[in-house]
């Protein structure tokens, strides 16, 4: 893991965070420890991605924020990784970082983000149809969302 301290490019876009609720965060966290999916699975250890995964939810189970990169638009693994910190008990906040945009905020969170780092829409708060494009679910996610038939009410 990494903290976050990387120069900008000269046209890069202007990065700004987002909470799950499509808000625009003034001051966001700044002391994030950031895993590099490529990193993590080329790690030699005799640990599998399980118990790597439950020992940094360990570690850092007081750490202000954890970041996962995502090294390239098609590049899902950190989607992965994230369901399964939060599987392995992390509750902090969890940053989508990398080659993201706004279309992806629902699948953030439905794996258990809460902040994701995209370029500037210009905007204070993102549509509500970005933020929650469909009505339910048909499967339970780690964002406490539930499936159709696990409602309890008729």
């Known amino acids: 893991m990494t903290q976050e301290n990387s120069p900008v490019a000269e046209n890069a876009p202007t990065i700004v965070v987002f909470d799950m609720h499509g808000k625009r965060i003034a001051q966001p966290t700044t002391a994030i420890n950031?895993?590099?999916?490529?990193?993590?699975?080329?790690?030699?250890t005799a640990l599998g991605l399980s118990?790597?995964?439950?020992?940094?939810?360990?570690?850092n189970r007081h750490a202000p924020a954890i970041g996962l990169?995502?090294?390239?638009?098609?590049?899902?693994?950190?989607?992965?990784?994230a369901a399964r910190l939060r599987e392995a008990g992390y509750t902090g906040e969890l940053h989508a970082l990398g080659d993201i945009n706004q279309e992806l905020l629902f699948l953030l969170k439905r794996v258990g983000f809460t902040h994701a780092h995209i370029p500037d829409p210009g905007a204070e708060r993102l549509a509500e149809s970005v933020v929650s494009p469909f009505a339910g679910y048909y499967q339970a996610g780690q964002d406490g969302s539930?499936?159709?038939w696990q409602s309890t009410a008729h």
């Not at 118990?51 to 570690?59: C, G, M, N, R």
């Not at 990169?69 to 990784?81: H, L, N």
């Open 34 to 44: 950031i895993i590099e999916p490529e990193t993590l699975l080329s790690n030699d």
């Open 51 to 59: 118990e790597q995964l439950k020992k940094i939810a360990e570690e």
């Open 69 to 81: 990169k995502f090294a390239k638009f098609a590049d899902g693994r950190s989607y992965s990784i």
């Open 146 to 148: 539930k499936a159709p």
